[in-house]
């Protein structure tokens, strides 16, 4: 089954360390991306990457790094900086970067901050 | 200014009845697409139908079907005979031009309820 997996699904964290989260897809896109979801909030973009070695900012890039080292991976580091990590996170990916192409989205993870 | 504005914080609807989730957009371009995703509260993000700026007919996926009335540039969601779980957050997203480089913009969302 194609799809994207997220994990972990929940993760606690102390104040002061940084954290990844894992995101994988074997649907052969090109395009994936992160979301913060705050609650009873809409989706902010956190970072996107079009292709593989290659990654843009969002709208709320402070605190947070990524990488694409392979195509179907994209995790995202919380680092320290980020003053308010508590929220959920959205992995998504899409097919290409056309105004066409349907982003799908993983499970997420829920982070808390201790 | 808010690309995308979904007006129903929430709605409630009888199971078995139909409901319309309101959504309208902001664009300058010719060239978009409009998407409407399902949030139940599991967290997952379930893509649900997409529409062309350049289709001329309405996209219609079993029991969703979007109102796409260009000129007024609104995209209504409607969904047909209601069931339970139909019951959660509903977002309307836009993504702007066939150019790359553009990406989704979300609307706030509305949590639809449905009644037994």
């Known amino acids: 089954d194609g799809g994207i997996t997220q994990s972990p699904k929940y993760l606690f964290r102390k104040e002061g360390q940084n954290v990844t989260l894992s995101c994988e897809q074997n649907?052969?896109?090109?395009?994936m991306y992160w979301y913060r979801q705050d609650p009873g909030q809409g989706l902010r973009l956190i970072y996107y990457?079009?292709?593989?070695?290659?990654?843009q900012k969002g709208d709320i890039a402070e605190g947070y790094s990524v990488s694409r080292e392979k195509k179907e991976s994209f995790p995202l580091t919380v680092t320290s900086a980020q003053k308010n990590p508590t929220a959920f996170y959205l992995c998504a990916s899409s097919r290409g970067y056309l105004g066409t192409d349907t982003q799908y989205f993983g499970p997420g993870t829920r982070l808390t901050v201790l | 200014a808010q690309k995308i504005t979904q007006t129903q914080p929430g709605m409630f609807v009888q199971e078995k009845e139909a409901v319309t989730l309101d959504c309208t957009y902001d664009?300058?371009?010719?060239?978009?697409?409009l998407f409407w995703y399902k949030q139940p509260s599991s967290g997952e993000m379930i893509f649900l139908i997409y529409q062309g700026s350049y289709d001329e007919q309405n996209a219609t996926e079993g029991r969703y079907s979007l109102n796409f009335q260009k000129a007024r540039k609104s995209a209504n969601l409607v969904i047909s005979a209601s069931q339970l779980g139909d019951s959660a957050m509903y977002f309307c997203a836009m993504r702007e031009g066939d150019n790359y480089g553009q990406n989704f913009v979300f609307g706030p969302g509305t949590r639809l309820s449905v009644l037994p």
């Open positions: 990457s079009q292709i593989v070695n290659d990654f």
């Open positions: 649907l052969n896109h090109d395009a």
């Open positions: 664009t300058s371009d010719q060239s978009y697409g």
